[in-house]
T-cell receptor, first 109, second 114 residues
Framework: RKEVEQDPGPFNVPEGATVAFNCTYSNSASQSFFWYRQDCRKEPKLLMSVYSSGNEDGRFTAQLNRASQYISLLIRDSKLSDSATYLCVVKFAGNMLTFGGGTRLMVKP | AAGVIQSPRHLIKEKRETATLKCYPIPRHDTVYWYQQGPGQDPQFLISFYEKMQSDKGSIPDRFSAQQFSDYHSELNMSSLELGDSALYFC?????????????FGEGSRLTVL
């Protein structure tokens, strides 16, 4: 079983839709959580950190549920430019990040 | 602003050959990471360096080695290349202690082993 698991998708949604991704992690000692975005054949880029109290950045909302060991990402009012792979990332012990397999989002006109 | 620079961007090698990838982190970043991303796969952590010392070790094969030099650039050396080593190799850098934990990735070096 992978340490960080995501539904690979693809999630095909129309413009303006709301879409949510979940990610589960296996190590209860996980320290920090992030969502990264990766466009096709490009490098991953930080989308947002995930705080225990939940956090929002414009159309994006991230939440953490430590008891159930999952994090979520909600995207409201989807844009065509949101089409990408969204990587759930967890920091365990040490300073390295462990990536989930990614969830692919396709926003269609 | 300066980003993480990787070279070469593309590399083609044959089985059993060797390859060296280079990474120049963002100035003043003290930590460098190497990740391997196979086709359709998520990035897999290989190894990291903090202040020129190995920090964490992931799924790096024994055929690979890496080091960080006095100017903070890092090199990933790969020997006895196998077909399965074909992948996109990302280098990332960060400043340890930053609460954001953000890693800044280079554009990657694409290795093809024939």
């Amino acid at each position: 079983r992978k340490e960080v698991e995501q539904d690979p998708g693809p999630f095909n949604v129309p413009e303006g839709a709301t879409v949510a991704f979940n990610c589960t992690y296996s190590n209860s000692a996980s320290q920090s959580f992030f969502w990264y975005r990766q466009d096709c054949r490009k490098e991953p880029k930080l989308l947002m950190s995930v705080y225990s109290s939940g956090n929002e950045d414009g159309r994006f909302t991230a939440q953490l549920n430590r008891a159930s060991q999952y994090i979520s990402l909600l995207i409201r009012d989807s844009k065509l430019s949101d089409s990408a792979t969204y990587l759930c990332v967890v920091k365990f012990a040490g300073n390295m990040l462990t990536f989930g397999g990614g969830t692919r989002l396709m926003v269609k006109p | 602003a300066a980003g993480v620079i990787q070279s070469p961007r593309h590399l083609i090698k044959e089985k059993r050959e060797t390859a060296t990838l280079k990474c120049y982190p963002i100035p003043r970043h003290d930590t460098v990471y190497w990740y391997q991303q196979g086709p359709g796969q998520d990035p897999q952590f290989l190894i990291s360096f903090y202040e020129k010392m190995q920090s964490d070790k992931g799924s790096i094969p024994d055929r690979f080695s890496a080091q960080q030099f006095s100017d903070y650039h890092s090199e990933l050396n790969m020997s006895s290349l196998e077909l399965g080593d074909s992948a996109l190799y990302f280098c990332a850098s960060s400043l340890r202690g930053r609460t954001s934990g953000e890693l800044f990735f280079g554009e990657g070096s694409r290795l093809t082993v024939l």
